[in-house]
């Protein structure tokens, strides 16, 4: 339990999603732990929306208003948050996901990058060597 009386299950090496603990004996609904799940994964309200064929005011809905998405869309969400339906739904206890070697916000740039034009590749490309090589210098100083 995290000092702000949350549970986390992680999702990521990095990113935790932040599961609210239980009050007076319920676990707070759906809408928290969908909420805490989009923002662990780096997502806003509206390109979670894209990423499943919603609008942006049903994903505020969903977050806000309604114990259970509709069936149709569920596994959606779990997909694009990289988290199981049993952990958006709480069932078993909300238990730790197996997490991905990626981020998600990562793979989703790096799916961005790949469409762009060979020379708009290769500099990103150089970009990211420069930073990576940089971060290596600082460890071995």
Do not use: W
């Amino acid at each position: 339990m995290t000092k702000n009386g949350m549970y986390s299950v992680g999702i990521e090496n990095s990113t935790e999603c932040l599961m609210p603990k239980q009050t007076n004996g319920e676990l707070s609904g759906f809408g928290a732990r969908l909420a805490a799940c989009r923002k662990a994964a780096g997502y806003t309200q509206q390109e979670l929306a894209n990423e499943v064929g919603v609008s942006r005011r049903m994903i505020a809905y969903y977050e806000g208003e309604t114990q259970h998405p509709p069936t149709t869309i569920l596994p959606k969400l779990a997909l694009a948050l990289n988290v199981t339906t049993d952990a958006l739904l709480n069932v078993n206890g909300g238990r730790k996901v197996t997490s991905p070697q990626m981020s998600n916000r990562l793979q989703r740039k790096l799916q961005q990058i790949e469409k762009l034009g060979t020379k708009e590749k290769r500099q990103a490309m150089q970009l990211l060597d420069m930073f990576i090589e940089r971060e290596q210098l600082k460890r071995q100083a």
